[in-house]
């Protein structure tokens, strides 16, 4: 532990710069995680409906920190780089392939075996508890491999891990809100998660060629700095265009 302190301590902008990297995939991760979750709860009394997204945070905080207990394993595991590169690539392929916008995605809790043989035994409010702490535990999975796959520093792990429970309720929210009136910010956000992933990717070079020039480029802290501001820049451009000329156009835009 005192090795990822004293790493902190000798490149601190380096390592602001990997939690923002951090912050940012979970807070693109977390949209999609957050918008299934709302979809889940939508068939609940109003005034339950809050209590049941408490109860699934609560969930995410237990299933992450058992995920980080296993972290410290994962990070020796030099493959685990290219692995979430290519997953965070996947994740690029598969929204472009899908085309334009569709409708919200909705869950059909009925076909899940957990949810029916949870509705009879203590109603539908727990049943759904049930089904949100199932998701919170995949989501757990999906976002910590992320997440160990970006850094090897386990004080910096923990850090992204617990903003991105955060990020479930408020960063992703916000982006929901902004995507809404900025539609282009989804294409930016899968642009910045490909940029991610193509760096987590370049780690085989890294492997193979350590004593490379690029590879020590790649390590540097002048490298983690301008990619958090290349990811920065991926959304705030197209944002202040859009805003002083209208150029992307947003929702309600002449």
């Not at 380096?14 to 995939?25: C, K, S």
């Not at 334009?100 to 809790?109: I, N």
């Not at 992703?172 to 987590?200: D, H, N, R, S």
């Amino acid at each position: 532990m005192n090795q990822h302190i004293q790493q902190i301590l000798d490149n601190p902008l380096a390592a602001l710069a990997i939690v923002g990297n951090l912050v940012i995939i979970e807070s693109l991760l977390s949209v999609d995680n957050a918008a299934v979750l709302a979809t889940m709860v939508g068939d609940l009394p109003p005034e339950q409906r809050k209590k049941a997204l408490r109860y699934g945070i609560f969930g995410a905080y237990v299933f992450r920190g058992i995920c980080i207990l296993f972290a410290s394993f994962l990070i020796d595991f030099w493959y685990l780089k290219p692995l979430g590169g290519l997953y965070l690539l996947y994740l690029v392929w598969d929204h472009f392939r899908a085309g334009p916008a569709h409708d919200e995605e909705h869950v059909e809790k009925e076909k899940s075996w957990l949810y029916r043989n949870t509705l009879g035994l203590f109603g539908k409010f727990w049943a759904t508890v049930a089904l949100i702490e199932l998701m919170d535990l995949a989501f757990s999975i999906d976002n910590v491999f992320a997440v160990v796959a970006f850094t090897d520093n386990l004080i910096l792990i923990i850090a992204g891990v617990f903003i991105g429970i955060l990020a479930m309720r408020l960063v992703a929210q916000a982006f929901v809100l902004l995507m809404g009136k900025y539609p282009f910010l989804e294409t930016a956000a899968f642009v910045v998660i490909g940029i991610l992933g193509l760096k987590l990717l370049l780690s085989l070079f890294e492997h193979y060629q350590p004593n490379s020039p690029f590879t020590t480029f790649l390590k540097s802290e002048g490298a983690d700095v301008g990619l958090t501001v290349l990811t920065v820049a991926v959304f705030l451009v197209p944002w202040v265009t859009s805003a002083l000329f209208n150029y992307p156009r947003r929702m309600g835009g002449s």
